[in-house]
């Protein structure tokens, strides 16, 4: 299809600088072919009309688990460790592949409708996350959830053997939207002659590393005791970081864990609302930022934001640090939209996501103007950050499809969704 954006205001980048444009846009595709001048023989199948509206590059959730948007406002309040082990693991204990395929969808319906274009997923059965990730159209980095107490050990195996099956019927197909990685769960759940064993293996499938780490103050005190060390030099020690690797949180690091950090090129996923509502604290952010650590932003799951709208992680994203830090500059609106876009992107492995310029895919969305607190328009970019609730997204373009317009979801039946996820819960709860 190709798309033409007439006079629209959009957000640009150069060279990693994010500024407010005017202008024409076109897509044929599934990429962005010219921005400014319209291409030669160029016809639109469809023309959005600019007017009152703002494009921009989608959003990318680099760390989620989409199927537990089952578990939403149902495992609140509690310390962190009676949520993951009282609550959360009983609960999915009881899941069936269908039931996280439903799941899967509710979330994909918020994100889709919060501007969101591309996540980062654990999951914890095959097929049921990347079913539902090629069905609605969006681009996604699907990873099998991995646990293991050592190399030979049979439920590891099993997992292990079925994250690579997922690999093999879902990597073929769907324009490369469909991509893997493989995600040993955590140090406190993976033994490190396990951890060895998955790092051998992505070596083998030429894929990267989505992993938990120092996410709590119990973590970091059992891996000390256990092994003398910090999860990071855990995992340093390991070899997980020969590989390409996203690891999630990094709320408790040490100097010592940022270098290693950097000098392995570790993209950082952080989640302040998780965190936050965990009560395992902050990530040192802007410490990290400064040290050169690619940090990008995710959502975590719905059973502990408890949403998957990037535009509140944003938000809190780009104020509590200042608060924390007290000072009113640290993580501003351009790094904070850098962390939900570019940096998601390097997070993720994209080459060609994450940006609106030429050459780029068309993973984009188009947001209402006319809403009262985008007004007035001093600056767009601050209003991503300090404004927008998500809302405002009317229209969500992935790999040139538009899988909603004008509000309406194209590719999900969102009714049906709603209805068999609530059958579900009822049956779990």
């Not at 020690?237 to 000098?263: E, P, Q, W, Y």
Request: one cysteine or more.
């Amino acid at each position: 299809m190709n798309i033409y954006f007439k006079n629209i205001e959009f957000i640009a980048s150069d060279n990693g600088i994010f500024t407010v444009k005017k202008g024409d846009i076109f897509v044929s595709g599934n990429k962005i072919v010219s921005v400014g001048n319209k291409p030669c023989c160029f016809l639109p199948d469809k023309t959005i009309d600019g007017k009152d509206k703002l494009l921009i590059p989608g959003l990318i959730n680099a760390h989620t688990h989409v199927y537990m948007s089952l578990f939403r406002n149902c495992a609140d309040d509690l310390l962190f460790n009676d949520w993951l082990f009282g609550r959360i693991f009983p609960m999915e204990d009881k899941l069936t592949e269908e039931d996280q395929y439903w799941g899967t969808l509710l979330g994909l319906c918020e994100m889709i409708r919060t501007g969101t274009t591309s996540y980062l997923d654990m999951c914890i059965v095959k097929n049921a996350a990347s079913r539902a990730a090629a069905e609605s159209g969006i681009r996604a980095v699907i990873s099998r959830g991995l646990q293991g107490e050592s190399p030979d050990d049979e439920g590891g195996l099993r997992r292990l053997n079925e994250a690579k099956e997922d690999i093999e019927a879902f990597s073929s197909g769907y324009n490369g939207r469909i991509t893997f990685m493989l995600a040993p769960h955590a140090p406190y759940t993976c033994a490190p002659s396990y951890v060895e064993k998955v790092v051998e293996e992505a070596k083998k499938l030429n894929i990267g590393i989505h992993t938990h780490l120092a996410e709590s103050k119990t973590e970091i005190r059992d891996i000390k005791e256990k092994y003398g060390i910090t999860p990071v030099e855990l995992y340093e020690k390991a070899g997980m970081f020969s590989v390409h690797t996203a690891a999630a949180h990094c709320v408790n690091l040490t100097d010592g864990d940022i270098d290693i950090l950097r000098k392995y090129n570790v993209s950082v996923l952080t989640n302040p609302r998780s965190n936050m509502k965990l009560g395992n604290g902050f990530a040192p952010v802007k410490k990290l930022m400064d040290k050169g650590v690619n940090v990008a932003l995710g959502t975590d799951s719905a059973a502990s934001n408890n949403n998957l709208n990037m535009f509140k992680e944003l938000g809190y994203l780009t104020l509590i640090h200042k608060g924390t830090a007290e000072d009113a500059v640290t993580v501003t609106a351009q790094e904070g939209f850098k962390a939900a876009t570019v940096n998601g992107a390097e997070a993720l492995g994209y080459k060609d996501v994450g940006e609106i310029r030429e050459g780029m895919k068309a993973d984009l969305a188009v947001l209402d103007l006319t809403c009262p607190q985008m007004n007035p328009r001093s600056n767009l970019l601050a209003a991503l950050s300090y404004s927008a609730y998500g809302t405002e997204v009317e229209t969500l373009i992935v790999d040139g499809r538009i899988l909603m317009e004008n509000r309406e979801l194209k590719t999900i039946d969102e009714e049906r969704v709603i209805f068999e996820t609530n059958k579900i819960y009822n049956r779990i709860k």
